[in-house]
């Protein structure tokens, strides 16, 4: 296990915690909501959730640059059960019933919770496998014997 992916990794999540806070609290509700309407602000809020969860990742992935795609399975579990917890147990705690907790989840509406705990769990996997921030990219055709070799200056 990669303990300071996974250090860092919920260091990122506490940042992006604060971003979403700013995106509901302040661009959902005064921004969105009142120009477009309740689940128009809840797509809107959550596509530009989703967007930014994978530039978190994407900024992860450059700043700790050792994983493997396990670390990058066990970051996407950590960040989705920290999300679980934080919504559903700050949504308990304050009162608010399960009933209003799981109209974002109704995806045969429109809206897009279900998408955006995808996005957590995702994320990592896909900036790591796809755009592999961080790691040094091998030259197509070239063994990586070569391409050291190449940049090393030995014929």
């Known amino acids: 296990m990669n ?17 979403s806070g700013f995106n509901f609290f302040v661009l959902m509700g005064f921004i969105y909501e009142p120009a477009w309407g ?4 809840h797509q809107v809020g959550m596509t530009a959730r989703i ?4 530039v978190f990742a994407y900024l992860l992935l ?3 640059r050792e994983y493997e795609t396990r670390d990058l399975v066990h970051v996407g579990l950590l960040w989705l059960g920290l999300e679980l917890l934080f919504e559903w147990g ?10 209003e907790i799981l109209i974002g989840w109704n995806i045969f509406v429109g809206y ?3 998408y955006v705990l995808f996005a957590y769990f995702l994320s990592n996997i896909v900036v790591g496998l796809v755009l592999r921030p961080g790691k040094k990219r091998v030259d197509r055709g070239r063994t990586v014997r070569q391409v050291m ?3 090393s200056g030995v014929p």
Do not use: N
């Open 90 to 99: 700050g949504s308990l705690l304050i009162g608010r019933p399960v009933e």
């Open 51 to 54: 967007v930014y969860i994978f």
């Open 149 to 151: 070799l190449l940049h």
């Open 112 to 114: 897009m919770w279900p």
């Open 38 to 41: 309740t689940l128009v602000a």
């Open 62 to 64: 450059r700043y700790v």
């Open 3 to 19: 303990a300071h992916l996974l250090s860092t990794a919920l260091r990122v999540w506490l940042m992006e915690t604060l971003v």
